[in-house]
């Protein structure tokens, strides 16, 4: 997730001209911007602005536009795009933030419909976009509203040297997660002749771990594709917190503690990437940024497998409240009775356009998020660490000759990319959170309570309980009704409810 550095450890990467891949100039020689501005709000750099502000200078040469990009801390964002375009003031033309807030902004009329440009739009190949990214991530309520710029998910991954010398297979489900810990935990993984650790995860309070508890309950509480959902009832709004499938979950997610650190409570996401570069870790929970992450470090450079995260040969039976064996009915889209429902964490940051912009603007604006998203730019930008951009495109996984000339060996990217792949392409990815309220629903109540279990404060029946509990709250202050319809949205349904 990029809300955090790329790179720990003082290894930040100097920002570089992005100058590979380039569309030529004759594909835009129509585009005439001249004496037009577009102000982009974003984080601050280099990371995600940093190259935003690189295109934008591409683009000026191209078609003359002047984009400007102005940047915020990522808490500040929201609340500035919110009062800026519902005031009225309308000095941001656009924005490159998390796709979770823009269902509620067009739910409020405050961001354009983008389906009519995408619809006459020959750079963008979309068909190239994968599916979660192109029919759930940039939709809503079935039109375009976001242009995608960065692909956020979790994947699992595990040392491929380790698991060799101990004759372990790469685990598919939670079950062989156990088995292969259970062989490699306390072995020296670095060489320092120290022993090291299974797995390690970022579970410190208020640092993310709503997200990596989230991965590991997927699989148990979604079963029947992308429009299921995870994360409340698509007809009444209840949460789907309080059932078998998560008191599973919590159990798994507690009992991998015991093949971690034992500080681990207290580690965030950058003790934890500092760990594994360090080469203490065998298996681990993360966004995309693992593996080129790894070409900074002499200890496990390419040296790190992926995959889609485990998955669960048990599974929340909703209509009788049980927890199941997988069956065709039950899991259409288990693998080998295992059913695997990678997660949209974060789901990556997204590109879209205040309503109200002068036309010429809006335009001018698409135009520029087109260049950015269309494969000649986004299929070497991915492949930059400083840029804070994941794949979302198929032809991104396709190509390895971009990845080879970032430093990853044929072999290694070759992994990296068919886990990416595997995740994207299952019909069963699950989507994170994207209506009114999210952060309430996940990083102050989920995480609260996720906090209190993990220290043993509470037990798993009272953290399911008063989750439910707090989430029907923040359902019922935004207004049932009116979430069920925007939940609904962001799964690609109907509004209409039975």
């Known amino acids: ?123 963008l190949k979309p068909e190239d976009i994968t599916t979660y990214f192109r029919e759930f991530n940039q939709k809503v309520n079935g039109d375009t509203y976001t242009l995608t710029l960065d692909g956020d998910f979790h994947m699992f991954y595990y040392r491929t040297d380790v698991l060799n010398r101990f004759s372990q297979e790469p685990p598919r489900s939670w079950d062989e997660w156990f088995a292969v810990a259970e062989a490699i935990n306390g072995k020296d993984m670095n060489g320092d002749g120290e022993p090291d650790y299974a797995s390690c995860q970022f579970k410190k309070r208020s640092a993310q771990n709503y997200f990596v508890i989230m991965s590991v309950a997927a699989p148990y509480l979604q079963t029947m594709g992308t429009s299921q959902g995870l994360w409340l009832d698509t007809e009444t709004g209840n949460p789907g917190i309080n059932n078998p499938g998560m008191a599973e979950a919590l159990r798994v997610y507690k009992k991998m503690g015991d093949y971690g650190p034992p500080d681990e409570l207290n580690m965030d996401i950058a003790d934890i990437r500092s760990m594994y570069l360090a080469g203490r870790c065998g298996m681990l929970i993360e966004w995309g940024d693992t593996s080129p992450l790894a070409l900074e470090s002499d200890v496990v450079r390419n040296l790190w497998g992926a995959s889609q995260m485990p998955g669960s040969t048990k599974v929340w039976n909703r209509d009788t409240n049980t927890l199941d064996d997988c069956n065709p009915t039950l ?168």
């Open 1 to 123: 997730m990029k809300r955090l550095s790329k790179f720990v450890l003082g290894a930040i990467l100097p920002m570089a001209a992005l100058i590979g891949g380039q569309v030529s100039a004759k594909d835009y020689a129509d585009m005439d911007f001249s004496g037009i501005t577009v102000t982009v709000l974003s984080r601050p750099g280099p990371v995600i602005s940093g190259a935003v502000d690189e295109r934008g200078k591409q683009f000026k040469e191209l078609t003359g536009l002047n984009v400007v990009v102005e940047e915020l801390p990522y808490s500040e964002l929201f609340n500035k795009i919110l009062t800026d375009w519902s005031q009225g003031t309308n000095s941001i033309d656009a924005a490159v933030t998390s796709s979770a807030w823009v269902p509620e902004l067009v739910d409020m009329g405050l961001v354009a419909n983008l389906e009519e440009f995408v619809q006459a739009d020959t750079n």
């Open 331 to 498: 899991c259409p889209h288990a693998e080998d009775g295992i059913n695997h429902s990678p997660f949209g964490a974060f789901g990556g940051w997204s590109a879209y356009i205040n309503k109200n912009a002068d036309p010429k603007v809006l335009e001018a604006a698409y135009q520029f998020f087109s260049y950015m998203n269309a494969p000649e730019q986004s299929n070497y930008d991915v492949t930059q660490g400083w840029t804070g951009f994941n794949p979302y495109r198929t032809s991104q996984f396709e190509n390895l000759d971009n990845w080879l000339d970032a430093g990853f060996t044929r072999a290694s990217a070759a992994a990296y990319l068919n886990g990416l792949k595997e995740s994207l392409n299952n019909p069963n990815f699950s989507s994170d959170l994207k209506i009114p309220g999210a952060a309430q629903y996940t990083s102050v109540i989920l995480d609260r309570e996720l906090a209190r279990y993990l220290a043993g404060e509470i037990s798993a029946d009272q953290m399911m309980s008063n989750v439910e509990e707090g989430w029907n709250e923040v359902t019922d202050d935004f207004g049932r009704d009116r979430q069920i319809k925007l939940y609904r949205g962001m799964l690609g349904l109907s509004a209409a409810m039975n």
